[in-house]
């Protein structure tokens, strides 16, 4: 068998690649800005998403494609790349895919695209979408565009993760080195609520998704809890073994605070320490229902928070990270 990927060279695409090649899959990537250390079975090609003909050239004698690639939602990328990538990428890949008559493509997601879920309860997928910035928007433009592939005869299927982490996360790893070293407050009451998933669930949640899943159909994939973010902080400072009062911001001055560093570090394109996309962490809720992917699947998540947190950063401290 052989699959074909987008995005392979981010924390998720990483995981993937090795998980399949360890299965003895020929493993096939496009490579846009980073590359990726050789393996036996595994095959880089370097281009764009856009470049239809060169996609399709990538995809002869595959027979499943994994789509991760996306513009990350942080606030120096322009909204207009949010869509060329997430968007427009999406339909390129899909294209492609389809001309070539590869058998399953499935699509990533992203639980963002329900914006917040304000009822305080685990929602499935047939819940409204509702995305609250350009990010999300864009991913539920792609996420759309998949379906509508799915309408018309391609075997698609849409995954949308919780909030994922795990060894080899750069974006989780901002979070635990504030933990650690506690330059963290609590914005709001922190009783927002997030589905966090650890990435060998994620994977095999993925692959049981190619195995099982049906076309057209979206399935959340997040971990076996639900937590409020206070109780993901406390947990994380636990698994690190530090304590200290973590201290509680009113939503209105830290937004101010978020809106002022957003405006004075985005000439410099770096990501500011506050931001209005950090704060969607304390404050949107996005409480996922994975029943359909156990029922459907056989989804079973191994790793409860403080376990993969335990491991998370029992990976830092050894890679040194922090």
Not at 33 to 61: I, N, Q
Not at 149 to 154: D, E, I, P, S
Not at 202 to 231: F, M, Q, S
Not at 240 to 266: C, E, H, I, Q
Request: proline fraction near 6%; aromatic fraction near 8%.
């Amino acid at each position: 068998m052989r699959a074909f990927l987008t995005g392979a060279s981010g924390f998720v695409g990483t995981h993937l690649v090795n998980e399949l090649l360890g299965r003895g899959w020929e493993v096939r990537v496009i490579i846009h800005k980073h590359a990726m250390p050789p393996a036996a079975r595994l095959e880089t090609v370097s281009g764009e998403l856009s470049d239809l003909e060169k996609m399709k050239r990538s995809l002869e004698g595959v027979q499943a494609v994994f789509h991760l690639a996306s513009a990350l939602g942080w606030a120096p990328i322009p909204d207009a790349e949010f869509q060329k990538v997430n968007a427009a990428g999406t339909e390129s890949v899909l294209k492609a895919a389809s001309e070539a008559g590869v058998r399953t493509v499935i699509h990533f997601s992203s639980a963002g695209v329900l914006g917040h879920v304000p009822e305080n309860r685990p929602v499935d997928e047939s819940h409204a979408t509702n995305p609250l910035d350009a990010y999300d928007r864009s991913k539920l433009e792609g996420e759309r565009i998949a379906l509508d592939y799915g309408r018309r005869g391609l075997d698609v299927r849409v995954i949308r993760p919780g909030w994922v982490f795990g060894p080899g996360d750069k974006r989780t790893l901002k979070l635990i080195r504030a933990v650690v070293r506690k330059r963290i407050v609590m914005v709001s009451s922190g009783e927002a609520l997030q589905s966090p998933v650890y990435i060998d669930d994620l994977v095999a949640g993925t692959l049981l998704c190619l195995e099982k899943g049906r076309r057209g159909e979206v399935y959340h994939l997040a971990g076996p809890e639900i937590l409020p973010v206070r109780v993901m902080i406390k947990t994380i400072a636990k698994a690190a073994g530090v304590a200290f009062p973590l201290v509680r911001v009113p939503l209105k001055p830290a937004r101010a605070a978020a809106w002022a560093l957003d405006k004075a570090f985005r000439p410099f394109h770096r990501e500011s320490p506050l931001s209005p996309s950090r704060l969607a962490f304390f404050l949107r809720s996005k409480p996922l229902d994975i029943g359909k992917a156990v029922r459907e699947l056989g989804y079973a998540p191994r790793f409860g928070f403080e376990k993969g947190m335990a491991e998370t950063i029992r990976w830092y401290r050894k890679t040194g990270w922090i």
